[in-house]
Every structure is written in structure tokens, then in C-alpha cells.
């Protein structure tokens, strides 16, 4: 045994060192994994002509993403466990780089259709992998503010990548007889491809492997980790195949259904819709990039204030909240400048909601349950992804504007916000496990 004052030593030694190990690296990984996922919308802005698309075929398409994402995740996720999440995400970062690219020469709607389904294919499970994987090296007490980190990776590809996208669009049509488009998919299909091997050679699967940890560090945490899985598991003891159907899974799963239908709607339409603000194709990147700069911050500030207060259910409530007011104003006010307005409202809201969001699933399920459940939550949610730019367009289509799928996409976050308030959310599952590990030994 250590004592306590020894125990916060070396548990802030450890978790300052973890941190700076794995968090830049993964937030590397995830930007350009939502970057190749979400350029389809800055490619919209000239392939639905050049290619002859609707917005509902366009809207299908960009979202058939999701249906195989659907189909896989679980999977992909019970195979990470298996093999280690270095291998695994090398794999589907390889993978998916090359598909990624591939949407460059797509010449119409079944084209496109098939290959946004292959890529589907290739990065489903990355991002449940990578929440399993932070839920192996991070302790509860953690969760939500590294999460949140982690994340903060979606809204900056977004800032980043939209004015890069514009000037793709803009300076490359017609180098080498291309479009802008297809360079747009090409250039950026490239980083991928090169972090796979990264990821490989760089990662470590667990605690009791990692050599650039000393053994009292790997000791302590993976005596902590082990004690909140003890702790989670004397309460809520969940194999894979329970995982899958349970009740609060599926809720979980519907909440982030709430969340993703607007979220990946508004973001492969509003490059569209500011473009039609009457701006170029640069001042379109860049004014696209402002809700997701403003979701970037509140990220960072919510996910503190809830590891800060150990709450989690109104954390999650109050964005998504947010989410419908901003749609809500969005459909109703024509002035670009306040629309823009409420679009970075509902952007802190996208934003903010993820990392109190993942905490509450996260600290009910362990092991093998957390790898199946936390895929199950996100292949249900992610089919947000293909419902949201699919209704969007179809609306669109019909009416001759965006109105109709704004509110549409308000309706969906106030039920998100409904379900989690049915859920709840036991925070003692959290607190408990702390005290469970100031009483487990320290291993040299």
C-alpha cells in the first residue's frame, strides 16, 4: 500500500503522461477521420451540377455512408477487442483512405451511391473503437473532459478544412483535366493513408503494455481501471450479446440518433445554403467554419464543467436544447447574418453534447459489453447520418427551401433531450469506483 498523498502523485505524474501520449495523436486520427467523411458536403457545392445530382440524391448518397456504418460497427468494434485497437484502426484507416479517395472519380448517382457505402464499410468502428479504447486507459473521473478533447477534433475539421476545401474547389479545377471536387476528395484522402502506419507502431493496447509508462505508473492505473470495471460490473454486469439489446443501450442509441440527424444534415447542406448567401466559394469555406469554431469552444468549456461537477443528464439535455432553438429560429428568420447566428448556437450545441453524453453509456458498461454497447449506441445513432441529409434534400426538393428540414431537425434533438431525461443517470457509478481504487494496492 502507498499513501494518499503518494497516490495523487503519482496518479497525476501518470494521467499528465497518458494524456500527452494519446490525446494529440487520436485527435490527429479523428480530424482526418470526420474531414474524409463530411468533405462531401464542400464537394456538393459543384458536384451535384457537374454530376447532374438532386439534393435528394445527393442527400442519399452523401448519407448510404451511414446504412453500412450501421451494419458494421459491432463488428468491427468485438474485433478490435480481439486483435487490439493498433491493428484495427491501422486497418481501417487504410481502408478507408483509399476508398475516400476513390469519390473523386464517381461519374453518377449509383456510382457515388456504391462507393459512400464502401466507405461506410471501411471506417465503420472507428469511432466506437476509439471511445472503447479511451475507456482502457482513462479513468471515469476523466472521461468526459477527454472525450470532449478528443472530439473538439470533429468542429476543427470543420474550421480547418472548409476554407482548405474552398481553395481546393476554387485554385484546382481543371489541374490535370479534374475537377476542384475530385481533387477536394483526393488530396484529402491522402493523410489517412499515412497514419495508418502511424497508428500501428505507435499505439499501445493497454496499460500493462506500455514500456514508456514506469511500473509504478502502469501499476496504478491499471489497478484503478480494474477497480471501476469490478465496481461497474457488481452493479451492471453486461456481456456483448446483452449489450446489443439492452433497453438503456438502445435509449442511449436514440438519444445520439436525435443529436446526429441534425447534425450531419446541417453539415453536408450548409456549404449549400451559405453559398447561396452570394459568397465565393472561399468566403463560403470560411463562413461555414464559424458555428463549428464556436462548437469547438464549447466543447472544450462543457465537457470541464461536467467532470468539474460530476453531472451528466442535464449537461446532455441543455445542447441538445440548444440544437432545437437554434433550428427552430434558423427556419423562421431569412437574414443571413442571423441565421448564421443560430446556426452557431445549435453548433454549441452539436459540440458540447458529445463528451456528458458518452460518459453516461460509458459508465455502465465494461469489457466486452462496453465494445459491443458503445458500437451498438453509435451504428443506432449514426443512422442520424444517413436520415438527416436524406430528409433534408428530400424537403428541399419538394418545398425549394431549407425551412421544412430545419424544423425537421429541431423536432429530433427536443426528443433526444426527452429520451434523456427518461434515462436518467446514476452518478454514483462514477463516484463510487474512485473510492474503490483508493483502496486497491499499487503494483511495482
Known sequence: MVDQTARTDVEMRTMAKVTRRLLPFLMLCY????????????????????????????????????????????????????????????????????????????????SFDVVRFLLGCAEAGFFPGIIFFLTLWFPSAYRARIVGMFMVAIPISTVIGAPISGWLLRNLDGAMGLHGWQWV????????????FAVYFYLTDRPREAAWLTPEESGWLQARLDAERAHRESRHSISWRRAVV??????FGFVYMGLNIPQYGLSFFLPQIVKAFGLSDVETGFVT??????????????????DRTGERKWHTVIPLLCITVGMLAAAAL???????ACFCLAGFGFFAVYASFWAMPTAILSGTGAAAGIAAINSIGNLGGYFGPQVFGIVKDRTGGDAGGLLFFAACALVGAGIVLLLGHDASLERAPTQAAARAPTRA
Not at 289 to 306: C, D, F, H, N
Not at 334 to 340: D, K, Y
Open 31 to 110: 480530424f482526418i477521420a470526420y474531414l474524409d467523411r463530411v468533405n462531401v458536403g464542400f464537394a456538393g457545392v459543384t458536384m451535384r451540377g457537374d454530376l447532374g445530382l438532386s439534393a435528394a440524391a445527393f442527400g442519399g448518397a452523401a448519407g448510404i455512408f451511414f446504412i453500412a456504418y450501421f451494419l458494421l460497427e459491432v463488428p468491427s468494434n468485438l474485433a478490435l477487442d480481439r486483435f487490439g485497437a493498433r491493428v484495427w484502426i491501422a486497418r481501417i484507416m487504410f481502408t478507408w483512405g483509399l476508398i475516400s479517395g476513390a469519390q473523386a472519380f464517381v461519374v453518377g448517382e449509383t
Open 289 to 306: 467554419a464559424i458555428p463549428y469554431a464556436v462548437g469547438a469552444v464549447g466543447m472544450i468549456l462543457w465537457s470541464r464543467s461536467s
Open 185 to 196: 476528395f483526393i488530396v484529402e484522402a491522402l493523410p489517412a493513408l499515412v497514419l495508418a
Open 246 to 251: 439492452d433497453r438503456r443501450v438502445w435509449g
Open 334 to 340: 431569412p437574414n443571413p447574418a442571423l441565421r448564421m
